[in-house]
């Protein structure tokens, strides 16, 4: 039986080893750290990144972490390390980005963000400074301007932040990067203020937004998944409430029905190449677009950025076509398929890329996929797995990969991850179900 995490929002409608050395620890971070300056690319790659080849990542199927965050060791996967919240803990937590000299960590079930001084070089690190909560042991859901409940995603770019707040229903956008407790969002979409949390389907609501990124351009991107559609503003909000200019998935902003390709406001039989179901993930240059269909178990991939309502996309990953969206489903015969494969996908929650590579979180299938070269053609199988021993094995924890998930997590393996994020020379997995965010360095 799989292990699936619970779900996402109130009206969801989708299913949803030892510390490192101190000295090695440190070289790690500097290396990891080194050209990270200047500005910071969206939390979703968005930015900074030219596609050379200088940008790659070299990383090896299985391979182990080399730092944790959220835990003292890679053995411990407990909530707040069977604890209360405190300044090093972690409650499910979804996403993160690295901006300059911080990194954020989206503490999702402790309703914050964490702040720290840089990317951690030693295991079990404490942040700095908290967004959402007065403190660091504070854990309540809060819907004023100071609070967030659920939040999800975090984007940064352009020298401003957004937060995908998912429970109320909102992003909240930071004018400029938050660099202690003190800082609070000065605009807010979806909702018409910072307490108002109303629910629809129009331009200028979002039912619960699931990710968020800036462009290079300065152009603000959600997913609303329970509205089953992109929304994207032109140039970022300056105004609260402020409605988006472009959908994706629908063909107005009054439609919400998901894989509705004909707009008749029903379910189809099949998706198409601009419908979505409870989309979950995406990353953009400001050029290419990908988007994780989550319940469809693909990922759409526009090559150059949409300028009208319901674009089609022009490539898929995990499925051989627009049509099919059964899970790990390699021989397309509209039914899963009893393992994985390298271009099969189930619920892929995340997605991020360094201009060069694209990488995957591979959510129910405990995994991370990595394809060395940006994807140029429909169900391309990927070049390295993150979490298992080859590309056919998907248990969480399953570290001897003998299909049984083990007693405890380890160093290379994951548990429902929701989150990756290229930085330069490494990369970041936020391992959801763990209870910690995991940094690989290149091998």
């Known amino acids: 039986m799989r292990i699936v995490p619970k779900g996402f929002s109130e009206e969801n409608p989708y299913k949803t080893v030892n510390p ?8 790690i971070a500097s290396v990891l750290l080194a050209a990270c300056g200047g500005g910071g690319g969206s939390s979703n790659g968005g930015g900074g990144n030219d596609g050379s080849q200088e940008n790659t990542v070299k990383l090896s199927t299985f391979q182990e972490a080399d730092i944790v965050i959220g835990q003292a060791d890679f053995v411990g996967s407990e909530i707040n390390q069977n604890g209360t919240a405190e300044a090093n803990t972690l409650n499910r937590p979804t996403d993160s980005a690295l901006a300059d000299d911080t990194l954020f960590i989206v503490d999702n079930s402790n ?31 809060g819907s004023d301007r100071n609070g967030m409940k659920r939040p999800e995603s975090i984007a940064i770019g352009n020298g401003k932040m957004a937060v995908a707040d998912l429970f109320n229903r909102r992003v909240l956008i930071y004018n400029s990067v938050p660099v202690g407790s003190s800082a609070q969002p000065d605009v807010v979409v979806g909702q018409v203020d910072f307490t108002s949390g109303s629910l629809g389907c129009a331009q200028d609501e979002i039912r619960g937004p ?29 105004s ?17 029905k998901e894989n509705d390709d004909n707009q008749d406001g029903t379910v189809d039989a099949a998706p198409t190449a601009r419908t979505f179901d409870s989309p979950r993930g995406l990353w953009t240059d400001g050029n290419r677009l990908v988007v ?21 996309a022009d490539l898929v990953l995990g499925q051989g076509d627009f049509i099919h969206n059964a899970r790990n489903d390699d021989d397309q015969d509209g039914s899963s398929d009893s393992d994985a494969s390298g271009r099969t996908l189930e619920l892929p929650q995340g997605v991020d890329s360094n201009g060069v590579q694209l990488a995957i979180a591979d959510q129910i299938n405990s995994r991370v996929l990595i394809w060395n070269s940006f994807p140029t053609s429909n169900f391309e ?51 959801s179900s763990n209870n910690r965010v995991l940094v690989y360095r290149p091998q």
């Open 240 to 256: 609260n409430g402020q409605g988006a200019d472009l959908v994706l998935g629908q063909s107005d902003f009054t439609h919400c």
């Open 381 to 431: 199988p990927a070049d390295v797995v993150l979490g298992q021993g080859d590309f056919n094995h998907h248990r969480g924890n399953d570290d001897n990969q003998d299909g049984i998930s083990d007693a405890a997590a380890t160093a290379r393996t994951l548990l429902s991850p929701s989150s990756v994020r290229f930085i330069n020379n490494g990369l970041l997995v936020v391992d």
């Open 292 to 312: 994780m269909d989550r319940s469809n178990n693909r990922a759409l991939i526009w090559s150059s950025f949409p300028t009208s309502n319901f674009q089609a």
């Open 111 to 141: 309703n914050r963000v964490l702040g720290f001084n840089g990317l951690p070089g030693v295991n079990n690190m404490t942040a700095t400074f908290v967004l959402g909560q007065p403190d660091f042991t504070s854990d309540a859901e």
């Open 210 to 238: 699931g990710d968020v990124t800036i462009t290079p351009e300065g152009k603000l991107v959600v997913l609303d998944p329970s509205n089953h559609r992109v929304l994207i503003w032109n140039s970022l909000p300056t």
């Open 20 to 27: 490192v050395a101190r000295t090695m620890a440190i070289l």
